[in-house]
């Protein structure tokens, strides 16, 4: 039997909330299968802990987690430490740490999801999302000048690498090879006249390679219009970082909500361990409450068994989160029902035992 060691970081306000749900359906799945275990060490770090201690996490925290084969993180950032320094020195550290540069969000409606558009439909919104995840208007080089003066200027930098623009627009190509999808790049080459220039012409060489994939580009603003009006259009879609992140969000709400929302944030080459979190955040509005939706984590712990090779467990995970969905009866507040956080894991694993 296999064992994968899993380093968890359940993080702040929700996040400890919906990754104790998705450890539960982890361990369940793999129980019920019997080709695979799970061997999770817990971290600490986050928001209380730099509250304690001056920072996010152990000063050798990313020597500590490489010896993991994955991440599974709950959320990050509270009140009380400011934003910027909570995702850069834990988050975006990890990401970036480790290279993990595609970021795979699923904007895909299952039946018995919420869909605030008037012909929503599983046919329709079936979207993959392969968002840049290392660089881009998250490069976090910039300055401040004049600080607190009259004359007070910043600067933050976009980074579009060669190396990185290609690596994620072919990660896009070959994710549509596999599935038979079209690829559709996201940019802005009309007002970013230098970064979004260089990602169509890097995407227009590269989707020469691929003669037998459809292509489509859209202008970000337009795009995001496009979703609302005309969602089929999307399959496969690659976009840079800071696009990748909004549009992800709006791709939520077609799709049932920030609560339904996973991501896998993937390095392909697996130097380095590759980290699951749901797309949403901390949710300080409904903390403590016992009422966030875990259905995002139980997602992206699918992705983790679709990546170590487990697709048929992964698929199993899909299909429970969707019977559940379909039964209409165990939902937290943000789907309509009244069930708590840890009701909704509990049903999710009893009818994987159906399943598997
Ligand atoms: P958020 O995603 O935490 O919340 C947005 C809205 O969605 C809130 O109304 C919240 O209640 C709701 N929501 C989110 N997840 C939910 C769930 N599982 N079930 C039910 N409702 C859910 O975004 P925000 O409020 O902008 O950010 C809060 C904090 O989280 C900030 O510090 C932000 O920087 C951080 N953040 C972290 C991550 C991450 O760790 N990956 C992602 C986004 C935001
Ligand atoms: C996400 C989040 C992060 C991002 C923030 C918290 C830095 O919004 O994972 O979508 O922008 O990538
Ligand atoms: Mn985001």
């Not at 500590?64 to 009140?79: N, S, T």
């Not at 969905?325 to 035992?353: M, Q």
């Amino acid at each position: 039997m296999e064992t994968l060691k899993i380093a968890a970081i359940p993080g702040d306000g929700i996040g400890p909330e919906v990754i104790a749900e998705g450890i539960k359906v982890l361990e369940k799945a793999a129980q019920l299968d019997g080709r695979v275990q799970f061997e999770f060490t817990y971290f600490p770090w986050g928001c209380e802990y730099y509250l304690e201690h001056g920072r996010m996490m152990d000063q050798d925290g990313i020597d500590q987690l490489k010896k993991f084969d994955a991440i599974y993180l709950g959320a990050v950032g509270y009140p009380g430490v400011p934003d910027h320094i909570s995702l850069w020195d834990l988050l975006l550290r990890i990401r970036k740490s480790f290279d993990q540069y595609v970021n795979i969000r699923p904007i895909q409606l299952l039946n018995g999801a919420p869909c605030p558009l008037k012909n929503g439909s599983k046919q329709k919104i079936d979207m993959l999302f392969i968002r840049e995840n290392s660089e881009g208007e998250y490069s976090g080089a910039g300055d401040w000048l004049f600080k607190g003066k009259p004359e007070e200027v910043v600067l933050q930098t976009g980074v579009f690498s060669r190396k990185g623009t290609e690596r994620i627009i072919r990660y896009a190509f070959e994710t549509a090879k596999e599935s038979g999808k079209t690829v559709t790049s996201i940019s802005k080459a009309n007002a970013l006249n230098y970064s979004m220039v260089f990602w169509d012409e890097v995407f227009e060489e590269v989707s020469k390679e691929y003669p037998e994939i459809q292509t489509y580009s859209y202008l970000v603003d337009a795009a995001a219009m496009h979703m609302i009006t005309d969602p089929e259009r999307f399959e496969v879609v690659v976009t840079s970082n800071l696009f990748g992140d909004i549009l992800t969000d709006l791709g939520a709400a077609l799709a049932g909500g920030m609560g339904l929302a996973a991501g896998a944030n993937i390095n392909p080459e697996r130097e380095y361990p590759s980290m699951f979190e749901p797309v949403h955040g901390s949710a300080p509005d409904i903390a403590g409450k016992g009422i966030a939706n875990p259905l995002a984590a139980v997602w992206s712990a699918s992705q983790m068994f679709d990546f170590f090779g487990y697709n048929d467990l992964g698929e199993k995970l899909l299909q429970a989160i969707e019977k559940l969905l379909e039964e209409n009866e165990v939902l937290t507040p943000d789907l309509g029902g009244n069930a708590s956080t840890s009701e909704v894991g509990d049903r999710v694993t009893e009818i994987l035992c159906e399943l598997i």
